[in-house]
Structures are given as structure tokens and as C-alpha cells.
């Protein structure tokens, strides 16, 4: 790129940030830009990123090429898109039955999530930065209801990410379709159903007109975490300034995007409901049937991959003492909440 | 030209933060310092903020007037201990049957949360950031079982902040002790219980040798915040870019110091249970009692103090959707989860 070895702690840099969302998902493509304009802010304008949504400089699931090879410094990302490459990379964003969205960010910033994760990424010469979690994403739109496991069988399911190995383990077929084309794939019957993320997003597509059967919980998503990627020749140029200015950036808009989700899912929710979407959780024996398929998955990761082996037993550790401990007083006092009219 | 902006925007200031906390209190002492370091780094350590102890330049609850007078520029501290003051201060930390950490975040970053709590702030001359959340809360230690509602009754327990204003209502009698001194007014039978955070915090003071009941949801706080305090005169005087810098510091410690007890939590449970500590679950109709306790207590304060009915009604709202929404899939997921073998 054009920066110079080291940056001045106050030089004028531009950079642009491709990100592997369209406009349209606010919340998610949103984080880009705060994180963005929080740089700006912190810099009186002098590190400007630009940020570019999928397609505009490189397809969405090029981004990752994109920061490795530097033609763009910066990504914004959910890197269970590669998981073709390696499921590795899963582990920085969500696997089926992983951590809920707390439990991720406290892996990450205080387990050893962070530095296992820039370890595997090392090689990709990129620098991974968490920047915002969708929380749990629904179980998405079933033109049918599903009774039992055995209504998977069969099932052609738009899935994105790394759960449509698991999916395809219990009988379902898993389908890869962009977002502006799952609303006519279930409208003709092409698919049987769609997940995309949650009320907010989903309602602005639509899907509850040609599917009304909206299930919970999505199990292969609990805590979706969003990455931002840094090129790391880049990275390694700036000041000592500029690297923490992109550190707490990129923080700030970790919380905040959690907080959108959070804040703008409720309504839509109701929204949705009022239009006569019908809302079931999956049944019993789909979920012990799905968790069943991916911890053998799992295992036989763990025996194939070095490198998902190194992340995933400490990622799997501090699941089990998480859950163990969220279980109590946390479980408790949100169920009780939510079991009164408030 | 640029000179003169830069020497604004990079004036040398020393700043002086007073924390409500002891140091033993890592995690949320700990807060103050994870802000102070970023905003160091930033800055390439010309913006220092030096962190003081509860007791170093002012006693514990003295921040409050410490910072809106200007003694310091900044306080680290939980709100509600100012209830006695105004109530309305516990809307910016924790009420009984509030948010949970998740729900506060997101009425603050993208609610109505930051904007209300600012504008009540504005008289005394303070600017609020978020800057932590312990998570739930434990129920505390009790030296004897709680089989019902009336076992309360009577019942001296330690409780800081507006929790006590409702275990009053239920019969019991709240006891205002500090931290250091819980232990051995527990030992002595002085006290009959005592809540103070949570397994990580809690196993440090021993409270486990003493009283080995240890009771969970610690309903009276669900998701307590805690809050960073600037005076606004010195805020205002600062450039952009440093306003900015404390914006995204707080921030970061924000994510911070939930993620340190998230992750921190687990094994100082798994300690306490192998030393003997027995877990319950507050009888049902503790719960029940205690919720209706509450919402008798909100309701006289909304006919009393304008103050906080501007704000509760807002953050009843709020907390109405939300666990209208947290029910289904992430409580789904959670629950789930919660009951494998991980």
C-alpha cells in the first residue's frame, strides 16, 4: 500500500474497509461505519476509512482475500463464510451449538479467543479485531411445520455459515443463496425453508408472506461474532496511536451493534407476529439430534485439523464453565422475568 | 492551518478518576484502569487519567459531589448507591426486576437510556458513560436456609443499593456494611445474611467459610452498569478528538469488565461448590413477593418523583419488549444449552 513504514502518530492516512454486507442490513453493515466514523472522530479527521459494501469493490466472500493481499486494508466480516476453506475459521464468528454472544466476547477478550484466533490468522497476514454480534438468530422460516427430526429429512434449507454440515447430517439439504433471492426461492417452492438472521432483518425481506412457520431457537448461530480484519502490513505501520484508536473503535461498535439488534428486535418481532407469523421452538428430538451430529462433527475435526483441534478444545473448555455458571443466577433471573407481565 | 488544531487536539492534560472500589475489586476497579490505559495509549500518554481508590481522595460514595464540583474530573462508581439522594440514580446502575446486562447495554447505546440518564445528570453538572456491568448478581450468603417468603421476615441481610428499599417491604431488614467488614458480622450472627457480587468477587472474602447457603437470582440486580462520571465543565473544555477517546475508552472497558466476570465467574464457582457451598434457588414465592414489593415501590415513585416516572417509564417499556423478545430464541438457545453435557 501507499503508507509509509511507520506512520506518524498523527499523519492524514485513507484507508477503505470492505465489508461483506449490502446497505440494506443496517445493523450489521452499520458496525463498519460507526467503528469508521469513531476513528474519524478520535482523529480530528485524519485516519479516514471508507467503507464499501459487498460488491461495490469485491464480491462479499472475497474479503477475506481482499485484507490478506491488501487490496483493501481493512474488512468487515462474518468468517464462518470460509469455512470451505477451513472450519477453522467458524471459530472466530459461530458453530453450531458454540457460544452464546456474552460468552463470546468473554472468550474473547478474556479467554484466549483473541490471541488463538490472530494466531490462525497470522498466516493470512490479517489482524482480527471482534466488532459486533447479531445475539442468537432465529431457527428461520418453515414453509411446513416440523413435527419431529424426520421432517428434515429431505428439507432443502437456505443455510449461510458453517451449520449446513450439520444440517446435512440429519437428512436436510442444505442450499448456499444470496439474501436477495430467498424470498422467490421459498415464494416458488425451490426451497422448503430459510433462516437469515432475526425479526429485524427478516421482516424487511419479507419472508413471512410465503412462509409463516418462524422457528427458534437457531441453534447453529447462538452468539454470531462479526470480525473486523486489518491487513497486517498495514496494521503494523500505523502508531502506537492509531492501533489503540482502532482497538477501542472497533469495541465501540461491538457494543453497539449488539445493542441494535437487541433494541430494534422486539418490535419487529411484534410486527410479525400481528401479520400471522406463527412462532414454534424446534422440536425436542430436532435439537438433540442436531447437537448430537455436530459434536461428531466436531470429532472428527479435531482428528483432521491441527488447527481447529488447537482453538476448538479451548473454545469447548470454556463453553462447558460458561454454561455451568449461566445456568445459575443469570437463567434464573431472566427466566423469572420473562415468566411476568411487565 | 493544521499547526495550531493539532496542538488542541494533542494538548498534555492530567486527569484525576476517583473509583467507588477498593483495588481488591479487580474487575470493577479494574474498569477505571482499562479506560485510563486506552485513553493513554491513544493519546501516546498525553492524556493521563490517574485512578484512585475509594478512600485515596474521597470516600466511596463522596464521588458522586466529587466530580460534579470539580474536586476530580472523573468517578468510577454504581449509581445506586445514590438513591438515598434520589432514586432516579439506580436507573442509571440497577432496580430490582430491571435489565439484564445485555437489555441495559441496548437501552443505553440505542434506547432512550443514554439520553434520559444524561439529561437528569445535567444539573449536577456531570456527563455519564457507560463503563461495566457485573452481570446478574448471586442472591447472596444466608446462614440458614430460606424455605419461603417467610423466612424473610425479619431476616438482617448486608444489601447495597435500592435492593433494600424492597427486601424492607418484604419484612426484612436491610443492613448497610461495607465490604471489609461483611465477614465477620456474618461470623458473629450480627447479620443473618449478606449479598455482595458474585462466585469470583464473593470467594475472595470467604463468605462461603461462614454462611454456606448461597441463594441465586440476585433479583434486585439483574444487569447493574456502572457508570463513568466527567464533570461536564472540564468535558466541555476538551477538543473533539479527546471527547471522542473517552467515548470509545469507556467503551472498551465496558465490554471489558463484563467479559473479566464472565470469564472469571465459572471457576470461583466451581471452587466455592467444591468447598462446601450449597446452591439454591429462591423459593417461588420470595420471587413473587419481592417482584410485587417492587413494582408497589415504582408505582408510589412514579406518583412522587418526576424525575424518575420520566425515566421509568421509558425503561419499563423497554424491559417489557425486550424480555418479550429474549424469550424465545436466546433463552431458547440458552436453555439448551445449559441443560447438555458439554
Redesign the interface.
Known amino acids: 500500500g501507499a503508507a509509509p513504514a511507520i506512520v506518524h ?2 499523519a492524514n492516512i485513507r484507508w477503505r474497509l470492505a465489508s461483506s454486507f449490502p446497505k440494506s442490513l443496517d445493523t450489521i453493515y452499520g458496525a463498519a461505519e460507526v467503528m469508521a466514523k ?1 476513528v474519524g ?4 479527521g485524519k485516519f479516514q476509512i471508507s467503507v464499501h459494501a459487498a460488491g461495490e469493490l469485491m464480491p462479499a466472500f472475497g474479503v477475506l482475500d481482499g485484507a490478506s493481499n491488501a487490496t483493501v486494508e481493512m474488512a468487515h466480516t462474518a468468517p464462518y463464510y470460509f469455512f470451505g476453506k477451513d472450519p477453522t475459521y467458524a471459530l472466530d464468528c459461530a458453530i453450531p ?1 458454540g457460544l ?4 463470546m ?7 484466549n479467543g483473541l490471541k488463538l484466533t490472530r494466531e490462525f490468522y497470522a498466516a493470512s497476514g490479517i489482524v482480527n479485531f471482534p466488532m459486533g454480534n447479531t ?5 428461520g422460516w418453515f414453509r411446513k411445520e416440523i413435527k419431529s427430526l424426520a421432517d428434515m429429512k429431505g428439507l432443502k434449507m437456505r443455510i449461510g455459515g458453517f451449520g449446513g454440515k450439520v444440517l446435512e447430517r440429519i437428512g436436510a439439504v442444505p442450499q448456499n443463496i444470496p439474501g436477495g433471492e430467498i424470498y422467490q426461492a421459498l415464494e416458488k417452492g425451490t426451497i422448503d425453508a430459510a433462516e437469515w438472521v ?2 429485524y432483518d427478516d421482516l424487511k425481506l419479507g419472508f413471512n408472506k410465503v412462509a409463516p412457520n418462524y422457528y ?4 447453529w448461530e ?1 452468539g454470531p461474532q462479526l470480525s473486523l480484519y486489518v491487513n497486517k502490513k498495514a496494521y503494523d505501520g500505523l ?3 492509531y ?3 482502532i ?3 472497533s ?2 461498535a ?3 451493534m ?10 419487529a ?2 410486527t410479525l407476529v400481528g401479520q400471522g407469523t406463527k ?1 414454534f ?2 422440536p425436542k428430538d430436532v ?1 438433540e439430534g442436531s ?1 448430537k451430529a455436530a459434536m461428531e462433527v466436531y470429532t472428527e475435526l479435531n482428528q483432521s485439523n491441527p488447527a481447529w483441534k488447537k482453538i476448538y478444545e479451548d473454545y ?1 473448555a ?21 415468566s ?1 407481565k ?1
Open positions: 502518530a498523527q469513531k472522530e478520535m482523529t480530528g451449538f452464546n454472544s456474552r460468552q466476547s468473554a472468550w474473547m477478550f478474556e479467554g445475539g442468537a438468530q432465529m431457527g432475526g425479526p427458534y431457537p437457531g441453534w447462538g502508531s502506537a496511536e492501533k489503540a484508536i482497538e477501542a473503535a469495541a465501540y461491538h457494543v453497539e449488539q445493542a441494535r439488534y437487541d433494541a430494534r428486535n422486539p418490535a418481532l411484534k412462532l421452538r424446534f435439537m447437537f469447548a470454556f463453553r462447558r464453565d460458561a454454561n455451568l455458571w449461566f445456568r445459575f443466577t443469570e437463567a434464573g433471573f431472566d427466566d423469572f422475568m420473562q411476568q411487565l
